[in-house]
């Protein structure tokens, strides 16, 4: 028989508000409506949140998966991971965050990335034609989701009709496209496209009215990752302003685009900055609420909302038959973002990590 585990007296995030204080029951690896407690947790005082979730991030190994679990962060979607054995490896791991990948992403051929000394020759897309070929090997990977960079025009990025046709390409087999944009013209790139989701935010100028607005009116999600742009932007020499995109993210929050949390976590060599997994999710909260955003809408877009926008229906809200998946803490983190760092416990499909 699977360990029934009650949490006992504590007020549960719904993705609107917090209920009164309430017991939720945990049944193996699956939230129950009821149930006979062989453990009980005192959650008097306390939020119970749904797992968190990074919408950007990136992992090298286990010990990233670890670290993402320690600070309630139960699931990580990587934004780009090779080989795939590897990426296969990271998916199958237990009792530690779990991850979604893109596996290889779509670059131009004189782009950073593709000059990176490890990144395969798959991913490097010069024509329409490389596009498609591009995305049919992403779905023999098994890749949750596509994504692409629009760094610049060629000769260093993919012009607008091969980014078109790999966001095409996706769409016509049902993939959600990722579009790594760090400049506006590089956004508008993604935007003419038809990409699902924008990742990162400018750090050149702030977005421009009309493409904000083409933006809200063709359903773009937004997952800005401050945290990124605050540490490139902060680089000894950068011309690159945090503002501009911090000030991006406002006018996002006011025209209605919805908003995800990730961080572009990562702990590789040479990456633009070092930011942390784990901790660094509920820094970007922090920078998203001195962006607008409510603490509230902050929360949804970690949980619920992130939950809804990649398809995992089983996660994101504290309901009977959703996985197990739970940050206890102290506080009210709906009145004060903050508090979702006061972790008690967390649990992932029903075992609590240690």
């Given at each position: 028989?699977?360990?029934?585990?009650?949490?006992?007296?504590?007020?549960?995030?719904?993705?609107?508000?917090?209920?009164?204080?309430?017991?939720?029951?945990?049944?193996?690896?699956?939230?129950?409506?009821?149930?006979?407690?062989?453990?009980?947790?005192?959650?008097?005082?306390?939020?119970?949140?749904?797992?968190?979730?990074?919408?950007?991030?990136?992992?090298?190994?286990?010990?990233?998966?670890?670290?993402?679990?320690?600070?309630?962060?139960?699931?990580?979607?990587?934004?780009?991971?090779?080989?795939?054995?590897?990426?296969?490896?990271?998916?199958?791991?237990?009792?530690?965050?779990?991850?979604?990948?893109?596996?290889?992403?779509?670059?131009?051929?004189?782009?950073?990335?593709?000059?990176?000394?490890?990144?395969?020759?798959?991913?490097?897309?010069?024509?329409?034609?490389?596009?498609?070929?591009?995305?049919?090997?992403?779905?023999?990977?098994?890749?949750?989701?596509?994504?692409?960079?629009?760094?610049?025009?060629?000769?260093?990025?993919?012009?607008?009709?091969?980014?078109?046709?790999?966001?095409?390409?996706?769409?016509?087999?049902?993939?959600?496209?990722?579009?790594?944009?760090?400049?506006?013209?590089?956004?508008?790139?993604?935007?003419?496209?038809?990409?699902?989701?924008?990742?990162?935010?400018?750090?050149?100028?702030?977005?421009?009215?009309?493409?904000?607005?083409?933006?809200?009116?063709?359903?773009?999600?937004?997952?800005?990752?401050?945290?990124?742009?605050?540490?490139?932007?902060?680089?000894?020499?950068?011309?690159?302003?945090?503002?501009?995109?911090?000030?991006?993210?406002?006018?996002?929050?006011?025209?209605?685009?919805?908003?995800?949390?990730?961080?572009?976590?990562?702990?590789?060599?040479?990456?633009?900055?070092?930011?942390?997994?784990?901790?660094?999710?509920?820094?970007?909260?922090?920078?998203?609420?001195?962006?607008?955003?409510?603490?509230?809408?902050?929360?949804?877009?970690?949980?619920?909302?992130?939950?809804?926008?990649?398809?995992?229906?089983?996660?994101?809200?504290?309901?009977?038959?959703?996985?197990?998946?739970?940050?206890?803490?102290?506080?009210?983190?709906?009145?004060?973002?903050t508090a979702t760092r006061n972790i008690v416990g967390v649990w992932i499909a029903g075992e609590r990590v240690r």
């Open positions: 028989m699977a360990t029934v585990t009650a949490i006992d007296g504590v007020r549960v995030f719904t993705g609107e508000g917090l209920t009164e204080p309430r017991r939720v029951y945990v049944e193996g690896a699956a939230i129950v409506a009821a149930g006979t407690p062989d453990v009980v947790v005192d959650g008097t005082g306390k939020t119970l949140l749904p797992g968190l979730i990074d919408t950007h991030m990136h992992v090298l190994g286990r010990q990233d998966l670890e670290n993402l679990a320690r600070w309630g962060v139960t699931t990580g979607l990587d934004m780009a991971a090779w080989p795939l054995p590897f990426v296969t490896g990271m998916r199958a791991q237990t009792g530690v965050a779990q991850i979604l990948s893109a596996t290889t992403p779509a670059v131009g051929a004189g782009g950073a990335h593709a000059k990176m000394p490890t990144f395969p020759v798959d991913g490097i897309v010069e024509s329409p034609q490389e596009a498609r070929a591009f995305v049919e090997r992403r779905v023999a990977d098994g890749a949750d989701y596509i994504k692409i960079v629009t760094e610049a025009a060629p000769p260093e990025g993919m012009d607008q009709e091969t980014v078109d046709a790999v966001v095409t390409s996706a769409h016509e087999q049902g993939l959600l496209v990722v579009a790594h944009s760090v400049t506006a013209g590089a956004l508008r790139v993604a935007v003419e496209a038809g990409s699902d989701i924008s990742t990162h935010t400018p750090l050149d100028a702030v977005l421009d009215d009309e493409t904000v607005h083409r933006m809200r009116t063709s359903g773009m999600i937004s997952s800005p990752t401050l945290s990124m742009m605050q540490g490139m932007a902060s680089a000894p020499g950068s011309a690159r302003r945090y503002e501009h995109a911090r000030d991006t993210v406002t006018k996002y929050h006011r025209a209605g685009i919805p908003i995800l949390v990730g961080t572009d976590a990562n702990s590789a060599e040479g990456a633009p900055f070092a930011v942390n997994h784990g901790e660094s999710l509920h820094g970007e909260m922090e920078l998203l609420v001195e962006a607008g955003l409510t603490p509230l809408e902050a929360l949804r877009g970690a949980t619920v909302l992130a939950a809804q926008t990649f398809g995992l229906d089983d996660r994101g809200l504290i309901e009977p038959g959703r996985r197990a998946d739970l940050v206890l803490v102290d506080g009210d983190p709906t009145a004060n973002i």
